[in-house]
């Protein structure tokens, strides 16, 4: 069973200014982005920012942060369990 309170995972934030800049702490890996859908892998599961525009400005996983700017409609969050698995495709791992 995952512990969800392990100290060696990063912190997960994320910070929306005015719909048009975000911020995220807590990413482990950015699994797709085009203009309007990002794809990250957070400490919190899969997270799927939707909007128009979308551009990642900056991109850190040393770090476990990322920065996007464009129009920001919504975010979803999905478990993680069960995803990651090497050799499938994003759509597999999406509606497991």
Do not use: W
């Not at 995972?9 to 975000?22: A, E, G, I, S, Y």
């Not at 990322?66 to 969050?77: E, H, L, N, Q």
């Amino acid at each position: 069973m995952e512990d969800l309170n392990n100290s060696s995972k990063k912190p997960h934030k994320l910070m929306l200014t005015n719909r048009r800049t975000c911020t995220i702490s807590g990413v482990n890996d950015v699994l797709s982005f085009d203009v309007s859908e990002i794809l990250l892998e957070t400490e919190q599961g899969m997270l799927m920012i939707k909007g128009n525009e979308l551009h990642v400005s900056r991109l850190s996983l040393d770090k476990g942060e990322v920065d996007i700017d464009g129009r920001v409609d919504s975010f979803t969050y999905s478990e993680s369990a069960g995803y990651g698995g090497k050799g499938e495709s994003i759509l597999a791992r999406l509606f497991k």
